[in-house]
């Protein structure tokens, strides 16, 4: 028995080493058949390096040919907040005035939609259809971008009135350039509420025309947004005055005409007369005192909210440059005829070894 056990333990350890031989065999056969394929695809590069280098130079030069066709753009931008500072009231700290005074955001409750607001047709006709200096010309921006990128020589809106008043082909045309506007304009504002315009143009004078246009447009349109409601009221409170204003002025000339006329009566009718008209007289006073009262309360609501936009920065001429590197494009283009390079190496290879085979496959098949 005891022999037996030694041979067997003899035995395990020359089991466990041809194992171990096997592994190392199989492990040097997958080495072997990667040096092999690394061998015959650098065979592969060698034997058409010629013909590999074409792609690269090809692809090379249309890159730094693109680079240099690139034309420069130019950027402009003003970064802007919205001020929450509003005046103070003497005397109306605690009065029935101080809910009328509201805060600047109050009337325009979400930022985000900012960009939308800017171009909806009804705000983005007053961008596109203002008259500014270009090179030299006073003309619509609309008729100016047209010139800038599309060739127009001539004016192509001579008036404008509306949106709804253009005809077909004409409404075409301002919905061409405003989505092309759309593109070349970005708003952005973090959580401070601090904004920022940027315009980026192939003409450096344009670029920064249209971004100041655009704010300009931009702080118009919130503002009137924001105050619509508050003129309406200071419109109307005025037009009140001045009728009870001339209401009262003829309640005055009535009660002095009547006491000049009754001045020696002395009857119960010639009294109930008097009291009328200093009835009506007293009625149009307090009216007139409240009417006043509201007024000023409403121009100070109005001037309260009244937006009012901080410009942080402005473009200023030069505007930066921005150019396409030659250098980038021509690498870049270099690494495509690379790519092109690889997949004719893997092509080659596949021929070699297993088109034949699948040659074979489909005409047994």
């Known amino acids: 028995m005891a022999e037996n056990d030694e041979i067997e333990i003899k035995e395990q350890p020359e089991e466990q080493s041809e194992q171990q ?17 690394g061998k015959e695809l650098g065979g592969i590069v060698k034997s058409y390096a010629l013909i590999f280098v074409i792609p690269i130079i090809l692809t090379g030069l249309y890159g730094y040919y693109q680079g240099k066709k690139e ?39 979400n930022p985000k939609k900012l960009k939308e607001y800017s171009f909806t047709e009804r705000v983005s006709a007053k961008l596109l259809f203002k008259k500014v200096v270009f090179r030299g010309r006073e003309d619509y921006i609309a008729n100016h971008y047209l010139r800038l990128y599309s060739g127009y020589t001539n004016s192509y809106f001579s008036d404008f009135t509306s949106v709804k008043d253009m005809s077909i082909p004409d409404y075409l045309v301002f919905k061409q350039i405003l989505n ?57 409170l005025e037009e009140k005055l001045a009728y009870v204003k001339a209401q009262l002025e003829n309640s005055e000339f009535n009660l002095a005409d009547y006491k000049d006329r009754a001045n020696n009566l002395v009857t119960f009718k010639a009294d109930l007369y008097e009291t009328r008209y200093l009835r009506n007289k007293q009625l149009l006073e307090q009216l007139y005192s409240e009417t006043a009262q509201g007024l000023e309360a409403s121009k100070t609501n109005y001037a309260s909210i009244m937006p ?32 092109i390079d690889i997949v004719a190496i893997g092509i080659i290879y596949f021929r070699r070894h297993f088109w034949s085979d699948i040659k074979a496959t489909i005409k047994s098949a």
Do not use: W
């Not at 034309?71 to 103070?88: G, M, N, V």
């Open 308 to 339: 009012l936009f901080q410009t942080i920065d402005e473009p200023h001429l030069p505007l930066q440059k921005n150019v396409v590197s030659t250098r980038k494009q021509f690498l870049m283009y270099m690494l495509l005829g690379v790519f």
């Open 180 to 236: 092309a506007i759309k593109l070349i304009v970005s708003i952005d504002y973090n959580e401070a509420a601090i904004y920022s315009i940027t315009i980026t143009t192939k003409d450096e004078e344009f670029s920064k025309l249209l971004c100041e246009s655009f704010y300009e447009n931009l702080t118009d349109y919130y503002i009137e947004r924001a105050t619509k409601k508050a003129k309406i009221t200071v419109d109307f």
């Open 21 to 37: 031989d096997n592994v190392n065999l199989v492990k040097d056969e997958g080495f072997v058949n990667v040096v092999k394929i």
């Open 71 to 109: 034309i420069p753009t130019y950027t402009a931008k003003i970064t802007f907040f919205l001020s929450e500072e509003r005046p103070q009231i003497p005397g109306f700290g605690s009065g029935n005035f101080s809910n009328l005074l509201q805060s600047t955001n109050a009337s325009f409750g």
